[in-house]
């Protein structure tokens, strides 16, 4: 059964830190990751995807990979209280996406 | 680009009644689409994979002849739920490839009474 992980939180944050974000993946062969963001009540929302291993960085979103641990992260810096949402680690499949449960970020102002 | 609609977003019917959901790509062709569904509070769960001109695959305990998926045209599939219940109430949602990425379509919320 592969499996994507992540700790369900909340995650707690001032307003302007850094939201540091961690998923875990169970298949060794996996190339592609993605993190989505999915606000109460809304379907999730792209935000990065990453297929090599290091750092992919787009605004204040940074993307990392380490295949040989099997993790992905996800940095959010200077965090805004719009960034609160749950965010998903995904991981392809075939032609299908393996979900994790998702990590609930609250950034208070 | 990479838009994904629904349509309905919301749709409250009486038991024993069909509901159809269509999910189109507005500015690119998806040969394959998803269909997925959300209880509140948690993951999502994949119901099918759906692909133009061939028979949607199904999720292991979803029952095709239930949730029937159409994929006529590469940018448009469409789900229905047979003889709805109150245990089908959920949030619908469906996603469409577009190179080795998915997005999501608003979805739709389904209150069966």
């Known amino acids: 059964q592969k499996e994507v992980e992540q700790n369900s939180g909340p995650l707690s944050v001032p307003e302007g830190a850094i939201a540091s974000l961690n998923c875990t993946y169970s298949?060794?062969?996996?190339?592609?990751f993605f993190w989505y963001r999915q606000y109460s009540g809304k379907s999730p929302e792209l935000i990065m995807s990453?297929?090599?291993?290091g750092d992919k960085e787009d605004g204040r979103f940074t993307a990392q990979l380490n295949k040989a641990s099997q993790y992905v992260s996800l940095l959010i810096r200077d965090s805004q209280p719009s960034d609160s949402a749950t965010y998903l680690c995904?991981?392809?499949?075939?032609?299908?996406?393996?979900f994790g449960k998702g990590t609930t970020l609250s950034v208070s102002s | 680009g990479a838009v994904v609609s629904q349509h309905p977003s919301r749709v409250i019917c009486k038991s024993g009644t069909s509901v159809k959901i269509e999910c189109r790509s507005l500015?690119?062709?998806?040969?394959?689409m998803f269909w997925y569904r959300q209880f509140p509070k948690k993951s999502l769960m994949l119901m099918a994979t759906?692909?133009?001109?061939?028979?949607?695959?199904?999720e292991q305990g979803v029952e095709k002849d239930k949730f029937l998926i159409n994929h006529a045209s590469l940018t448009l599939s469409t789900l229905t739920v047979t003889s709805a219940h109150p245990e089908d109430s959920s949030f619908y949602i469906c996603?469409?490839?577009?190179?080795?990425?998915?997005?999501f379509g608003p979805g739709t919320r389904l209150t069966v009474l």
């Open positions: 996603s469409a490839s577009l190179g080795n990425e998915q997005f």
């Open positions: 298949d060794r062969v996996s190339q592609s």
């Open positions: 990453i297929y090599s291993n």
């Open positions: 995904a991981v392809r499949e075939g032609t299908a996406l393996i």
């Open positions: 500015d690119f062709q998806a040969t394959t």
């Open positions: 759906s692909n133009e001109g061939s028979k949607a695959t199904y």
